[in-house]
T-cell receptor
Framework: QKEVEQNSGPLSVPEGAIASLNCTYS??????FFWYRQYSGKSPELIMS????GDKEDGRFTAQLNKASQYVSLLIRDSQPSDSATYLC???????????FGKGTRLHILP | DVKVTQSSRYLVKRTGEKVFLECVQD?????MFWYRQDPGLGLRLIYF???????EKGDIPEGYSVSREKKERFSLILESASTNQTSMYLC?????????????FGSGTQLSVL
């Protein structure tokens, strides 16, 4: 049972362009959604959380949530080489009260 | 600064050994989690706990057990280590809330079972 799905990539984006990362989830009652960034050899760190439909912006990052389509995305504007990492989508599965991660999308920003 | 500390960064054990992975957090968080991370499989939840002496199975609990005798400490136990348990193990904690707060991760333990 695949609960959170992401394209594994790698996704290659030129420096300065917009990187778009997508995630779908299967649990209709999920209410909390997260994007974590993980550099190679490091632990994941939270960069965005979103709880209601629509867009949420934080600096160069925008999270988008569409609960009807069970879809959450992350946009990174003005991509920098330091954005090269694996991005993990995470969803709170409320029937079990646990947080489940997708397999992650590897993002590579081309200088 | 908030901190989740895992006792070992690298660990090498033999098949059949009993293995303890320790995790301590200093943030007074109620929730603690154990994940394993494998290439191509992502982060998978093994066990989690929302209170002292409380534990819940995650998606892949087979071959593992946990202990939470104190709020700040959450231990993962491999009763009889097997080669398919070679993996990166990540402990995380979070504050209890209605919306699930962010997870703070430890630096991970790379376990090799020979």
């Amino acid at each position: 049972q695949k609960e959170v799905e992401q394209n594994s990539g790698p996704l290659s984006v030129p420096e300065g362009a917009i990187a778009s990362l997508n995630c779908t989830y299967s649990d209709r009652v999920s209410q909390s959604f997260f994007w974590y960034r993980q550099y190679s050899g490091k632990s994941p760190e939270l960069i965005m959380s979103i709880y209601s439909n629509g867009d949420k912006e934080d600096g160069r990052f925008t999270a988008q949530l569409n609960k009807a389509s069970q879809y959450v995305s992350l946009l990174i504007r003005d991509s920098q080489p330091s954005d090269s990492a694996t991005y993990l989508c995470a969803v709170n599965v409320e029937r079990d009260d646990k947080i489940i991660f997708g397999k992650g999308t590897r993002l590579h920003i081309l200088p | 600064d908030v901190k989740v500390t895992q006792s070992s960064r690298y660990l090498v054990k033999r098949t059949g050994e009993k293995v303890f992975l320790e995790c301590v957090q200093d943030m007074d968080h109620e929730n603690m989690f154990w994940y394993r991370q494998d290439p191509g499989l992502g982060l998978r939840l093994i066990y989690f706990s929302y209170d002292v002496k409380m534990k819940e199975k995650g998606d892949i609990p087979e071959g593992y057990s946990v202990s939470r005798e104190k709020k700040e400490r959450f231990s993962l136990i491999l009763e009889s280590a097997s080669t398919n348990q070679t993996s990166m193990y990540l402990c995380a904690s979070s504050k209890k809330s209605a919306t699930n707060e962010k997870l703070f991760f430890g630096s991970g333990t790379q376990l090799s079972v020979l």
